[in-house]
C-alpha cells in the first residue's frame, strides 16, 4: 500500500521561500503522476502542479508558475515542491496526491487514488 508523507511546511515571510516534500513509502513512484493541490477552509481545493514520474513532465496552475518548481529525486521515492516569491495567498494547506492512471492528477476531472495527510503554509508578516 503506497503511502505519501508530506513535510517542509510553516510560516514565512512574504517574498520568502519554502521547499515541501512528500516522500513515498511501500513502493517507488516509478510509474506514478504525482500532483501537489492546497485547500484553504471554506474554499474548494486547488491543483497546483503536477509531476509525471514517467517522463518528467510538469504543469502548473497559472497562479504559481514560475515561482513554484515541482522536482523528484533520483531514487523516485521524494516528490519536492519549491515555493518561491511566495505571498499570503498561498497560505493553505498543501497536499500531495499520486495515481498510476493519471500522470497530471491536477488535471480537471482526476481523482488520485492516494494523499499524503498535509502540510501547513503560512505566509505572513
Known amino acids: 500500500q503506497l503511502q505519501l508523507v508530506e513535510s517542509g511546511g510553516g510560516l514565512v515571510q512574504p517574498g520568502g521561500s519554502l521547499r515541501l516534500s512528500c516522500a513515498a513509502s511501500?513502493?517507488?513512484?516509478?510509474?506514478?503522476?504525482v500532483g501537489w493541490f492546497r485547500q484553504v477552509p471554506g474554499k474548494e481545493r486547488e491543483g497546483v502542479g503536477c509531476?509525471?514520474?514517467?517522463?518528467?513532465?510538469?504543469n502548473y496552475a497559472d497562479s504559481v508558475k514560475g515561482r513554484f518548481t515541482i522536482s523528484r529525486d533520483n531514487a523516485k521515492k521524494t516528490v519536492f515542491l519549491q515555493m518561491n516569491s511566495l505571498k499570503p495567498e498561498d497560505t493553505a494547506v498543501y497536499y500531495c496526491a499520486a495515481d498510476l492512471k493519471d500522470e497530471c492528477p491536477t488535471r480537471p476531472g482526476s481523482s488520485p487514488k492516494w494523499w499524503g495527510q498535509g502540510t501547513q503554509v503560512t505566509v505572513s508578516s
Open positions: 509531476l509525471s514520474m514517467t517522463t518528467g513532465s510538469t
Open positions: 511501500g513502493f517507488t513512484l516509478d510509474y506514478y503522476g
